[in-house]
């Protein structure tokens, strides 16, 4: 006896139903984030669609922006997300952190902490790791770069002030915005986040490169030590 396997694919679906269809149709914006996402999978597996694949992975993170943290090992768990389908995921939502903030078209100078957040949301808003940042500016606080200093675990990372005033000298920068992000969320500083940000603000004066703020960002907002005067 010959067993027919179900289809899970979109080209297997109701018309009506297709994602793909419905895109072309209605446009992008009419689609749901579980729409998009199974366009993205384009196949489900044996027992579920693309369609019902999206909505259990989305359910398990907790949504999109939940995705947005989700590394090749979280997704290759799925049952039909293999090496191509788990990259493409990847790929889309690097791009979409990636359009968040374009920090070429960043003109004006930055003056306010949320100018200085914006540069470094797109990096850091959606990691599931301490990353430390720093941002240079030049006399007139318009953006010379940004570099990412390290790269820590799920509670920390470390900051070597002698690599981000060597970097800062090169640059020629005046100033500096140090930043890293903490993935749980909180915002509130450390002893720790404390201490190391009075330690690299009087290694500045020294040099004579300015350390403006330090910020500590989390999913969507952030906490920003001069506009609590708790800087230097």
Partial sequence: MEVKRSKSGINAWAEDDRPR?????????????????????????????ALDLAKQMLSYFGGLN???????????????????????????????????????????SIN????????LRAQLSDLSHEEFWVVFLN????LISTKRISHGGFSGTVADQRIIFKLALDRKASSIILCHNHPSGNLKPSQA???????????GELLDVVVL????????????????????
């Fill in 21 to 49: 269809e419905k895109l072309q149709l209605k446009g992008r914006h009419a689609l749901s984030d579980a729409e998009l996402l199974a366009i993205i999978l384009g196949s489900g597996n044996k027992t579920a669609s």
């Fill in 66 to 108: 939940k995705l947005l943290k989700a590394e090749y090992e979280d997704l290759v768990k799925f049952k039909g997300v293999g090496l191509a389908k788990a990259v493409g995921v990847l790929s889309c939502m690097e791009l979409s952190r990636r359009l968040r903030t374009n920090t070429k078209d960043l003109k004006s």
């Fill in 112 to 119: 306010s902490s949320k100018k200085a957040f914006e540069v």
């Fill in 139 to 142: 006399r007139a606080n318009y």
């Fill in 193 to 203: 986040d404390i201490q190391l940000t009075n330690k690299i603000a009087k290694a």
């Fill in 213 to 232: 703020d330090h910020l500590i960002i989390g999913d969507a907002e952030y906490f920003s030590f001069a506009d609590e005067e708790i800087l230097g």
